[in-house]
């Protein structure tokens, strides 16, 4: 189990139809997928969280310190979904080196030492329930994080709502998320009492999307028809319900494949369909390993969609590279690039700093998971509001209330823009992967409808001709 501790010392581009309009008519009577099965016991097989490595040191020329804040992250550092998790132990590093976490949380008067303690899933669902609950029962954490994709988060998320722990979430669309919790994105009015998150919608990656769409149809008259590969599970079952409709108002029409189960190795009747339909575009939504086998048999049976844009999946280097020269211009979506204007409320840091730190780092090219820098910047906010960094209802009430510019972005959990209660929008930008220079594969910045003050840096081009 590569748990690990680290501790400081201290002294609307679719068009014709509006978010709520759709969610209403796309979420009536969506079913809760729940995660009670995971709130029993703890299973005896998972160890404790175990310290792999520490750093302290001594801040404000202080020897007492007023106690001591735990915060737990649960994230798939190793597994399928591991390229989620690769850029996490280079946040943590860059956390410990600034100056709240280094000396210590200022609060009420007092300084807090803040111990950090990782947790790897990975990549199991029910395991990251288990180690929500060793988390909250044996390590007595005082906040948790957790972050990448409903077979991550929504597990930690039903624990700690139920065991009432504050959580903040980072990388799951907000549908599935709000769903698992009990709540309808129709009619968004459960409020969660310990948990929020930060991320985007399936609506955001549609909207996204469209607009590559439109520019390949520009160029080369396509037929407007998009196949769909969406699987069973949270986050197939919230882009089945959202994407035909925002797709429809865009004059697009989807070809949709049956719910397939998360795993499959054979999707060959799948590509039958797709290839009969004649379908230009292609979209889907699978787990990592489930698209490099889909895609690749999409090849070799000659599904050759005039473009690609892909969800969930090629959003990281490691990923590209698997595929080889399958994955040229082939598109997708991303929250976060070293282009984005936002800084480091900690150190001032720019996104394009720390992706140049990462590189330096050893870690290879930039990951968009530098993101979940901003976790701990959320969490800072948040205990720094409070009187009692142990009483977690108040500490809950106060991630509620965080309003910070951060590294990912603006977070502000108190909008009445917000989708649903305990929801903050990162919106993405459209990016392709193309050959380039300083690296054989690189992710170009092809559109930015969404988030117009992020730079381009390559032209779209067809995924086939």
């Known amino acids: 189990m590569s748990d690990q501790t680290a501790q400081t010392g201290s002294t609307n581009p679719g068009g014709g139809i509006s978010r709520r309009g759709l969610l209403r008519t796309t979420f009536a009577g969506a079913a809760v997928v729940g995660g009670g099965g995971l709130l029993e016991a703890c299973s005896s097989s998972i160890q404790g969280a175990g310290t792999t490595s520490t750093s302290s040191a001594s801040g404000s020329g202080s020897a007492a310190t007023a106690g001591s804040i735990t915060i737990g992250w649960i994230h798939p550092l190793t597994g399928g979904l591991a390229g989620f998790g690769a850029a996490d132990n280079f946040v943590i590093s860059k956390i410990m080196q600034t100056g709240p976490y280094k000396n210590g949380f200022k609060i009420g008067g007092k300084t807090y030492d803040v111990t950090v303690k990782s947790y790897d ?66 009619q968004p009015t459960l409020k969660p009492k310990y948990v929020v998150m930060y991320f985007l919608g399936a609506e955001h990656l549609v909207q996204c999307f469209i607009p590559m769409w439109n520019r390949v149809h520009s160029q080369l008259h396509t037929n407007k028809l998009v196949a769909a590969a969406f699987p069973n599970d949270s986050d197939g079952n919230a882009f089945r319900a959202v994407f035909p409709p ?46 490099a086998t889909m895609w690749k048999q999409s090849v070799q049976q000659g599904f050759k969609p005039k473009l690609a844009t892909v969800a969930k999946v090629l959003l990281f280097p490691t990923d590209a590279y698997a595929l080889g020269s399958l994955v040229n211009n082939v598109a997708t979506d991303t929250w976060w690039v070293p282009s984005m204007p936002w800084t480091s409320s900690f150190t001032g840091e720019t996104c394009q700093q720390m992706a140049n730190d990462y590189e330096a780092s050893g870690g290879g090219q930039w990951n968009a998971n530098i993101s979940n820098y901003s976790l701990f910047e959320a969490a800072h906010a948040a205990f720094t509001a409070v009187n009692n960094p142990h009483d977690k209802n108040e500490v809950a009430d106060a991630i509620h209330n965080v309003n910070i510019m951060a590294l990912a972005g603006p977070l502000d959990w108190t909008s009445a823009k917000a989708p649903a209660p305990g929801v903050v929008i990162t919106p993405p930008v459209g990016i392709q992967w193309q050959t380039a220079t300083k690296y054989p594969l690189e992710a170009k910045v092809v559109d930015n409808t969404l988030l117009p003050q992020v730079a381009l840096t390559g032209d779209l081009k067809p995924t086939n001709t």
């Open 246 to 291: 925002i797709a429809k108002s865009a004059g697009y029409t989807m070809v949709l494949s049956a719910p397939y189960t998360d795993g499959t190795t054979n999707y060959s009747s799948m590509i039958s369909q797709f290839k009969s339909s004649g379908a230009d575009f292609f979209t889907n939504v699978p787990l990592p390993p489930d698209f």
């Open 121 to 186: 899933t990975q990549s199991s669902p029910a395991r990251a329930g288990q180690l929500a609950q060793q988390a909250i029962n044996a390590d007595h954490v005082d906040m948790l994080f957790a972050s990448s994709t409903p077979e991550t988060v929504n597990a930690v998320a039903s624990a700690a709502e139920h065991l009432g722990t504050p959580l903040i979430c980072s990388n799951i669309p907000w549908e599935p998320w709000y769903i698992n919790l009990g709540g309808n994105p129709a």
